[in-house]
């Protein structure tokens, strides 16, 4: 069956520009998760969704990051007013249920702030 | 809070040459732990996992055990191929009072090349 999807797999944007980072997780997993990774920080947490209970947004940087889940589904991931620093890959995750059972992560969305 | 420490990379071998990574933990409640491989323009993908002490996760000839006394989760292989080169990444989910917490604590990364 299909993976989980992201989009765009590239983004090249100007500091301080807005952008919207896009996650289609596997059909049927009730779980999705975002991750940053950065040569610098290596795999970072930032949010996780988890069927209709409140998102833990626990490792969201700064208040620039926002994420929603639309109909359990869809997940998009915004950055407002980007800086140099938010360079990085933006992985997606999804699983059936919460850990341990297995994340199934898509190829990444790979971010430039210029 | 949770923290992974992987061993310094990158490593180099040669094929047929054995393999360990090492992998320490530090965790406030009882996690699950496990090994992620990124191939080389491929995605992350889990390679194997263990979810209580003792246990032993194994999967493409890779074996890791769960030894709580030492909170370690060394990745081993007896033989190591060309195609074994990759990324590989410790990480490890909280899990206390049995409540999961979802996310997943991963370590630094060890870059494997396997030369023929």
């Known amino acids: 069956g299909a993976g989980v999807s992201q989009s765009p797999s590239n983004k090249v944007t100007e500091k301080g520009k807005d952008v919207e980072l896009r996650c289609d997780p596997i059909s049927g997993h009730t779980a999705l998760y975002w991750y940053r990774q950065s040569l610098g920080q290596g795999l970072e947490f930032l949010i996780y969704?988890?069927?209709?209970?409140?998102?833990?947004k626990s490792g969201l940087p700064s208040d620039r990051f926002s994420a929603e889940r639309t109909g359990g589904s869809v997940s998009t991931l915004t950055i407002q007013r980007t800086q140099q620093e938010d360079s990085a890959v933006y992985l997606c995750?999804?699983?059936?249920?919460?850990?341990?059972?297995?994340?199934?992560f898509g190829p990444g969305t790979r971010l430039t702030v210029t | 809070g949770d923290s992974v420490t992987q061993m310094e990379g990158p490593v180099t071998l040669s094929e047929e040459a054995c393999l360990t990574i090492n992998c320490t933990y530090t965790a406030t409640g009882y996690p699950s732990l496990f090994w992620y491989v990124q191939y080389p323009g491929e995605g992350l993908q889990l390679l194997l996992k263990a979810t209580k002490a003792d246990d032993k996760g194994s999967n493409k000839g890779f074996e890791a055990t769960y030894r709580k006394e030492t909170t370690s989760f060394h990745l081993e292989k007896g033989s190591v191929q060309v195609s074994d080169s990759a990324v590989y990444f410790c990480?490890?989910?909280?899990?206390?009072?049995?409540?999961?917490?979802?996310?997943?604590?991963f370590g630094q990364g060890t870059i494997l090349t396997v030369h023929p």
């Open positions: 990480a490890l989910s909280e899990i206390a009072g049995g409540t999961s917490y979802g996310k997943l604590t």
């Open positions: 969704f988890q069927g209709n209970s409140a998102p833990d």
């Open positions: 995750a999804s699983s059936l249920y919460l850990s341990p059972y297995e994340q199934y």
